[in-house]
């Protein structure tokens, strides 16, 4: 399983942990994709706490964390 | 006025104690931003008794402010900030000094606006002052407290310029906020609360600062989660 952490405004509609079979998603935009949240609306992509891109590879046991902006002062 | 007595409660904690109110006394912070943020991250820290703080904001009163920034009244509507801010300040403490720099931060300005201070605090609303913050902080080597908030929803991350992760080296794409940011005072309070409370322990040399851990809060959920970040090696801080 991919686990999924959904932050802040991502979890609107939506549950905050969500599980993705690994066949469901080969990256974080499949993922988007999947929960349908436009792309542009994520600015950190976090996997295993590392720093990636949407195109980045995710492998089953991996967890993803998404964050909209959290940039108001 | 007897000094001792006004910080008579936090000196009673082993973790501040006298040697610990004098390191205090003798910091600076810099805090960028006198908004929704700002607010609390000032004022706690003049109470405590930092002995500086720089206050940096460009940008006048204005009455949607007024949800959440407690530091204005409505008689100050499209005065400056940073000067109302630090008469608010003064009135509650003349025993520290306040600078005000009332200009926008930016690239070529930081340096100069950030340097000399022992913490700065990034209470900002747009990505490209963040940016520039982060990358004067890594400059100037100086610690950096992150927060942010939109609604209900907030973080923290501290970050050690060069060894634990910036916002830089987490995100993925500049994602500017559309709009006028929602926001609640009390989530504010929160966040600002937590981001000086991440400034005394920088201040104080204690352990257990956010660096490497985002610290995220869902007001909506009640819910606090800690982010592990880790440093992104081609990251412009790491150079
Ligand atoms: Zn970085």
Partial sequence: MIEVRLFATFREGRDKIVYLEPEQASCPADVLD????PHEEVAICLING???????????????????????? | MSEESRYSRQILLPQIGEQGQK???ESTAAVIGCGGLGAPVLTSLALAGVGKLRLIDHDRIGLSNLNRQFLYEESEL????????????????SGIVLETVCERLTE?????????????VDCVDRVETRRHAGRAARRLSVPLVEGGVHGFYGFVLSVLPGKSACLECVTAQEAEERGPV????????????????????????LPHVLYGRMLQYDGLYGEFTE???HVRPDCICQS
């Fill in chain 2, 227 to 229: 982010v592990p970040v």
């Fill in chain 2, 182 to 205: 929602p926001a609640v005072g009390a989530v504010a309070g929160v966040i600002g609360s937590l981001q000086a409370v991440e400034c005394m322990k920088i201040l104080l040399g």
């Fill in chain 2, 108 to 120: 070529e300005n930081a340096g100069r606006l950030l340097s000399g201070v022992d913490v700065i």
């Fill in chain 1, 34 to 37: 999947h929960l349908k949240i």
């Fill in chain 2, 78 to 93: 499209d005065k400056e900030k940073c000067e109302r801010a630090a008469d608010f300040l003064r009135r509650r403490n």
């Fill in chain 1, 50 to 73: 590392f720093h990636s891109k949407l195109s980045d590879p995710v492998k089953d046991q991996d967890v993803l964390a998404l964050f909209p902006p959290v940039g108001g002062g």
């Fill in chain 2, 23 to 25: 390191r205090l006394a």
